[in-house]
């Protein structure tokens, strides 16, 4: 059964048009993490929400925005998508800060 | 912040080869966490170590955390074709958000 489930499982967008990535979780976890990863590197933490409390990377540009409407689901939006921007990104849940985290498939995002 | 390094950065090895694998940090960790990915997939657990000294098995793949708590190393025992993938390490825990290590590329040659 999936528990995290990220949309679309590819999503091609224009350089420079708004693009929005979905993430929905069924385990009811506080914690919802956006990861970007770039190819053959480690995800990168941009932000999390605990419960409704937004917590921003410092070096997570201001290009990404996300929104978390209510438990289950979580939202990560691009502004003006740069041909930088194209990575898999990968959602994440967990209970608590300090419990595991269950990863969704991810949302590979082409830039074209 | 803190770094994870991992070596090597990637393996070709045959297959029924044993893997060894290791991540280093330059803090102590109270957790150690053990992932693979599969090409465009997320991260998946494999193992996870919560006490320095601790040895913890999966099937064929064996953990370890290490004493001085800022190492860690994943063994694979006679490696199969599904084997293949990024192998990441993982931390830590209590309260502080996931980091991830640079990654293992494992490439199994049949």
């Given at each position: 059964d999936a528990m995290v489930i990220q949309n679309p499982r590819y999503q091609v967008t224009q350089f420079g048009k708004p693009v929005t990535l979905s993430c929905s979780q069924t385990l009811n976890h506080n914690v919802m993490y956006w990861y970007q990863q770039k190819s053959s590197q480690a995800p990168k933490l941009l932000f999390h929400y605990y419960d409704k409390d937004f917590n921003n990377e410092a070096d997570t540009p201001d290009n990404f925005q996300s929104r978390r409407p209510n438990t289950s689901f979580?939202?990560?939006d691009i502004r003006s998508p740069g041909l930088g921007d194209a990575a898999m990104y990968l959602c994440a849940t967990s209970r608590d800060l300090g419990s595991g985290y269950t990863f969704g498939s991810g949302t590979r995002l082409t830039v074209v | 912040g803190q770094q994870l390094n991992q070596?090597?950065?990637?393996?070709?090895?045959?297959?029924?080869?044993d893997v060894s694998m290791n991540c280093t940090s330059s803090s102590i960790f109270n957790t150690w966490l053990w992932?693979?990915?599969e090409p465009g997939e997320g991260p998946v657990l494999l193992i996870a170590?919560?006490?320095a000294g601790e040895l913890t098995s999966n099937g064929r793949l064996t953990a370890q955390f290490g004493?001085?708590?800022k190492d860690s190393f994943l063994n694979i025992s006679?490696?199969?074709p599904s084997d293949v993938?990024?192998?990441f390490c993982a931390g830590p825990f209590g309260n502080e958000k996931l980091t991830f290590g640079t990654g293992t590329r494992l490439t199994i040659i049949p």
């Open positions: 979580c939202f990560l | 070596s090597p950065q990637s393996m070709f090895i045959q297959e029924g080869e992932y693979k990915q170590l919560y006490k004493i001085t708590r006679a490696s199969i993938g990024i192998y």
